[in-house]
Each structure stands twice: as structure tokens, then as C-alpha cells.
T-cell receptor, first 118, second 113 residues
Framework: EAGVAQSPRYKIIEKRQSVAFWCNPI?????LYWYQQILGQGPKLLIQ????????DSQLPKDRFSAERLKGVDSTLKIQPAKLEDSAVYLC????????????????FGPGTRLTVL | KQEVTQIPAALSVPEGENLVLNCSFT??????LQWFRQDPGKGLTSLLL?????REQTSGRLNASLDKSSGRSTLYIAASQPGDSATYLC????????????FGAGTQVVVTP
């Protein structure tokens, strides 16, 4: 079974530039998550999709970050414009969860995209 | 607001010793707790998931316990090997969210040959 795919793996940009990350979840997984992991910290959830609808985006800085999940499969996360503090690893994860409410099940993570903002 | 703490931040043990990793959380109203492993430059790999109704979960050399009332979980790794060197993170899914995990900062483990 193929895992969660992410691209690019690394990205270096200057502040105020734009950047986009792509994620392809495990086939059949209804729920997709984007996390931000700053060096030395645990991942922080940015946005969660159930199929192509947003379940939780309470920690997404909406003035500069946006995300979409087309047709309930692939997803893109965009930052525009980037700031120095956006330097982090951006992780995508997916889970099977098909219920509209209830406990989470096991999340499967991609390798992440390491973003450096200069 | 749920807070998850992992102590110590780093740990070094000789090969063959048992590893004991600790995780504490402030709100006992949880659905489950998960332990992950993270290797440098890679994503997270799920190790164990303990439902709130369970006391422990085992997989091979790994055993995780959960004491919801005291807000603690412990991950035991028996007979450690150099390949166990990684960062171990715990994460809690609280009942006021669905699928939203609150992570600790992790414990970096080095197993020396």
C-alpha cells in the first residue's frame, strides 16, 4: 500500500515570496490533515479536511495561509506572503475516518516538506 | 486547553537496556492517546494507539500504558537496540475535538552500541 506522498521535500524562499505544498493521501482515506512542525516542537494542526470539507482550521493563519482539497483527494497548502517564522516542516497526514464525529483513528504521515524562509 | 508534556527531552542508554518514556496531559477527557516515532528528516510513524477505555497496548518489544485519571502514559521499549534511536512523540485526542491531536515536544532517544 502506497503511503502519503508530499512534494517538494525541501524549499528555500525569501520572505514575502509565495510557496505551495502538495499532498496525496493514502487511497480511500477520507480525512486529511496539515501540520506545522517547528524545530524542537511537536506538530501543530493547521487544518483538517473530511473529504473536501473543512472540519477544523482554527489554528490556520488565514491572512497568509490557505488550503484546499480538490475532489476529496489531493490537497495543496499555500503561504502568501511567507514570513521568517514560517520556517518549519509541513507534514501531511491522512486517516480512514469516515464518521462525522467521534474519536480519531490512526493517522499516517508523509515525509514532510522542509521550508526555509530567508 | 489540553497541554501535553514529555520529560525528559533527551535520553541516552546503552544497548540492551529497557527504555521508559513518559507523557503527561492536563485534561483527562480524551478519546485516545497515540505514540509516534520520528526519524531525522522523515515523517511520523504510528507505534501504538490506546483507546481511553484501555489500560495498555502492546506491539512486539513496545508496551504503552495509560492512566487517564492521573493524566499519564508511559512507553516501554524492551531490550533497546541502536535502531531504536529516534524521537518519540505522544499525542492526545481530546473529546472536544475530532481527530485533532495535541502533541508533546518529544523525547530524543540515543541507544549506544
Amino acid at each position: 500500500e502506497a503511503g502519503v506522498a508530499q512534494s517538494p521535500r525541501y524549499k528555500i524562499i525569501e520572505k514575502r515570496q509565495s510557496v505551495a505544498f502538495w499532498c496525496n493521501p493514502i487511497s480511500g482515506h477520507a480525512t486529511l490533515y496539515w501540520y506545522q512542525q517547528i524545530l524542537g516542537q511537536g506538530p501543530k494542526l493547521l487544518i483538517q479536511f473530511q473529504n473536501n470539507g473543512v472540519v477544523d482550521d482554527s489554528q490556520l493563519p488565514k491572512d497568509r495561509f490557505s488550503a484546499e482539497r480538490l475532489k476529496g483527494v489531493d490537497s495543496t497548502l499555500k503561504i502568501q506572503p511567507a514570513k521568517l517564522e514560517d520556517s518549519a516542516v509541513y507534514l501531511c497526514a491522512s486517516s480512514l475516518s469516515r464518521r462525522t464525529g467521534g474519536p480519531s483513528d490512526t493517522q499516517y504521515f508523509g515525509p514532510g516538506t522542509r521550508l526555509t524562509v530567508l | 486547553k489540553q497541554e501535553v508534556t514529555q520529560i525528559p527531552a533527551a535520553l541516552s542508554v546503552p544497548e540492551g537496556e529497557n527504555l521508559v518514556l513518559n507523557c503527561s496531559f492536563t485534561d483527562s477527557a480524551i478519546y485516545n492517546l497515540q505514540w509516534f516515532r520520528q526519524d531525522p528528516g522523515k515523517g511520523l510513524t504510528s507505534l501504538l494507539l490506546i483507546q481511553s477505555s484501555q489500560r495498555e497496548q502492546t506491539s512486539g518489544r513496545l508496551n504503552a500504558s495509560l492512566d487517564k485519571s492521573s493524566g499519564r502514559s508511559t512507553l516501554y521499549i524492551a531490550a533497546s537496540q541502536p535502531g531504536d534511536s529516534a524521537t518519540y512523540l505522544c499525542a492526545v485526542a481530546s473529546t472536544d475535538s475530532w481527530g485533532k491531536l495535541q502533541f508533546g515536544a518529544g523525547t530524543q532517544v540515543v541507544v549506544t552500541p
